[in-house]
């Protein structure tokens, strides 16, 4: 199964403030995926992250608010632009991997992140 | 619009006992459906994957079956035991790899 490693795992940011997420994949993969985990909740699609050429966000997710980069196949980052304490959430990337049973969704560990 | 709903939303038994989790799912054209694990404030752990032509999966105590004809797909713990406590979630997956997830059973074992 694939590796991702999450940076940070948690921080707690001032309103206004931005924060860049990392993912990091043990190995080449085409898509990535951005999730939110909002408190109580399950997670939602923020965005896919496409190696060579813009994301492509869910709606009710924009540019401006989680500008997302891939500049290799390894390798992702999600940013929260101007936080506010609605932002808090725990932000997880993911990768779809070949495993003996298939096209197998893996997450990172994810990144808690509390806005005050 | 593919929805994923989980029932019950929380689960409370005494250790031993054998149980299963629902999960359903409104739009069939799905490619995969995936139960997995959360630990509270951690990430998530893949348990089962069931492709869309297959009925069932099997892991230790675990089993998943999916029946996409009627919608559903249900995760059986056998012979639980505390360690088991944890959130488990359903989710469908599309044909372009992004999954849908449901809301979610909160599981507590009692010893």
């Known amino acids: 199964s694939a590796v991702i490693s999450q940076k940070p795992s948690r921080d707690i940011c001032q309103r206004g403030t931005s924060l860049t997420i990392q993912c990091q994949v043990d190995s080449q993969v085409t898509m990535m995926f951005w999730y939110r985990q909002q408190p109580g909740q399950s997670l939602t699609l923020i965005a896919t992250?496409?190696?060579?050429?813009?994301?492509?966000?869910e709606s009710g997710f924009v540019i401006d608010k989680f500008p997302i980069s891939r500049p290799n196949l390894t390798f992702s980052t999600l940013t929260v632009s101007n936080m506010s304490p609605e932002d808090s959430s725990i932000y997880l990337c993911?990768?779809?991997?070949?495993?003996?049973?298939?096209?197998?969704?893996?997450f990172g560990q994810g990144t808690r992140l509390t806005v005050v | 619009k593919q929805e994923v709903t989980q029932i019950p939303a929380a689960l409370s038994v005494p250790e031993g006992e054998n149980l299963v989790l629902n999960c359903s799912f409104t739009d069939s054209a799905i490619y995969n459906l995936q139960w997995f694990r959360q630990d509270p404030g951690k990430g998530l752990t893949s348990l089962l994957l069931?492709?869309?032509?297959?009925r069932e999966q099997t892991s230790g105590r675990l089993n998943a079956s999916l029946d996409k004809s009627s919608g559903r797909s249900t995760l059986y713990i056998a012979a639980s035991q505390p360690g088991d406590s944890a959130t488990y979630l359903c989710?469908?997956?599309?044909?372009?790899?992004?999954?849908?997830f449901g809301q979610g059973t909160e599981l507590s074992v009692k010893p």
């Open positions: 989710a469908a997956t599309n044909q372009g790899g992004k999954l849908i």
């Open positions: 992250a496409n190696q060579g050429s813009e994301a492509t966000y």
């Open positions: 993911s990768v779809p991997q070949g495993s003996p049973r298939g096209t197998e969704a893996f």
């Open positions: 069931i492709q869309s032509s297959q």
